[in-house]
């Protein structure tokens, strides 16, 4: 069975702080996949980032950047110099072998992220 | 491209009665998802379809639940009898079959509100 774990399940941090989420992720596959998403009030899941299980380059977009670590299972995501609009709830997720009946997401219980001004 | 469109965004109903939503995907995206969630929860996945089949069901998806993708393009969620459990929010994705670039990330809906009374 997959199972992602999100720890903090809330953060406050005021603006220009950097603040990083953590994620923590289980599974028997081989090949996975590994997801954030980001969830604003209005309630819709926006894609930020997907990470195949084979490459663990750590990536940078702009303020974001996530670090994926296979020995440790995680795959933390860390917003530079915080602003208010990154306020929301954030989702780590996992999907198995891609043409599987696996390929669904399984979800971590977020964290809420709110940057004060 | 639209991205998915899910009606109707909130729905209220009482206890016993029987409700339908529906989901629009994006445009050639052959894999559609339903998922389910719950108040300071993450989605948890209920089923999906890759063009018209419907091949995958989670045992979340009781026998009161039926999806359906007729033709393949939007989907419907019926809910009949109605229990004051089924409140949560019900988001649906849509995806590209295929492991490559753009494909097999999930885009979603904003969700559809169920409020059981």
């Known amino acids: 069975a997959q199972k992602v774990t999100q720890a903090q399940t809330e953060i406050s941090v005021v603006e220009k702080e950097d603040v990083t989420l953590d994620c923590v992720y289980e599974?028997?596959?081989?090949?996975?996949?590994l997801f954030w998403y980001k969830q604003p009030p209005s309630g819709e899941l926006v894609f930020l980032i997907r990470r195949n299980s084979f490459d663990e380059q750590n990536e940078i977009s702009g303020r974001y950047s996530w670090n994926f670590q296979k020995s440790t299972s995680s795959f933390n995501f860390t917003i530079t110099a915080s602003q208010v609009v990154d306020s929301a709830v954030y989702f780590c997720a996992l999907s198995g072998e891609v043409n599987n009946a696996g390929n669904m997401l399984t979800f971590g219980g977020g964290t809420r992220l709110m940057v004060k001004p | 491209d639209t991205g998915v469109s899910q009606n109707p965004r909130h729905k209220i109903t009482k206890r016993g009665q029987n409700v339908t939503f529906r989901c629009d995907p994006i445009s050639e995206h052959n894999r559609l998802y339903w998922y389910r969630q719950t108040l300071g929860q993450g989605p948890e996945f209920l089923t999906y379809f890759q063009n018209e089949a419907q091949l995958e069901k989670s045992r979340l998806l009781s026998d009161r639940f039926s999806a359906e993708r007729p033709k393949g393009s939007f989907s419907t969620l019926e809910i009949q009898r109605t229990e004051q459990g089924d409140s949560a929010m019900y988001l649906c994705?849509?995806?590209?079959?295929?492991?490559?670039?753009?494909?097999?990330?999930?885009?979603f809906g904003a969700g559809t509100r169920l409020s059981v009374l």
């Open positions: 599974t028997r596959d081989t090949t996975y996949y």
């Open positions: 994705a849509s995806s590209l079959a295929g492991g490559v670039s753009q494909k097999n990330i999930q885009y």
